[in-house]
């Protein structure tokens, strides 16, 4: 009888929760050509289709959807059965605080797993804006804190960070996105989709089009990413946005406005305070390999 390879399987649960091949792929650190292979031969292996391919990306098929409830199972047991052997033991309670711009189609997926994968480890997550959690490092409020920063050195923020002890998880293009279905229909003013003035991507993105003379207005108005993906899902208009947190539908956007080119973002896991317990450090060092 055939076997289910952990690998296959691992890149099929990426690209089910990352929504396309496209997405998938520097997740599981190969090319799109490799992962569309690799999905191929477990759909060999199965005898069956695992996944709809359709205009907004991938999504499971039934069969797919069984396949992907073992295939989870089975690669927390594989890791469980790795850390067991290393004697790896993190149990207590965990305060993390994460950025919602960090991969927000996978992310609740992405603490489920660990949750399973460290049964004694508690964790307690609560979504911030990076502005906050970086300034709120040394509070005590939260034992590990994961933020993003503009690569741009006016953006408000923006340090020399090479120096620094925080441990660098991903790099990601911003780009100016649209929904398929949006269109201008004449309009002389570009219609923002934004986050509130706390967020300090939406400040910088304003500032630039101020500083272009980009004439715009605000169409919407979302308290966090989520509702901003639905925004822009509705062609309600237009925003920025990081490539891990575009929604289904969206496409890159410019609509003869002449905006701007955009500077990456980095992930990150912030610096070990002085003197934390020895969970959070063990932690972070775990959090840093499931999260890259």
Sequence with gaps: MPRLDLDLLQTFVA???????????????????A?????????????????????????????????????????????????????????????????DYFRPSSIAAILSRLRAQYPRLR??????????????????????GLSMCILDRRAQGAKD?????????????????????????????LPLIVLPATCSLQRFIVR????????????????????LQLALSAGLGVSCLNASAFPQGAREFDGGFRLPRLPDVEFSLLPPRIGEPRLVTEAREMLAQQLA
Excluded at 15 to 33: C, D, W
């Design 15 to 33: 690209v089910a929760e990352a929504g396309s091949l496209s997405a998938a792929a520097p997740l599981v650190f190969r090319s799109q050509s």
């Design 161 to 189: 960070r090479r120096a620094d002890r925080r441990i660098r998880l991903r790099r990601e293009p911003l780009s100016w996105i649209a929904d398929a279905s949006f269109a201008l229909n004449g309009a002389s003013r």
């Design 35 to 99: 992962v569309s292979e690799q999905i191929r031969k477990l759909e060999d292996v199965c005898g069956l289709a695992l996944l709809s391919r359709g205009k907004k990306g991938v999504s499971p098929t039934p069969a797919g959807e069984r396949l992907l409830t073992h295939a989870r199972k089975l690669l927390t047991l594989s890791d469980l059965a790795f850390q067991d052997m290393q004697g790896v033991l993190l149990a207590g309670d965990l305060r993390l605080a994460i950025t």
């Design 123 to 144: 964790l307690h997550v609560s979504i911030r804006k990076s502005a906050l959690i970086e300034q709120d490092a040394g509070s005590g409020d939260f034992d590990i």
């Design 208 to 227: 630039i089009l101020d500083e272009r003379e980009i004439s715009y207005e605000i169409a919407h108005s979302a308290s966090g990413v989520g509702g």
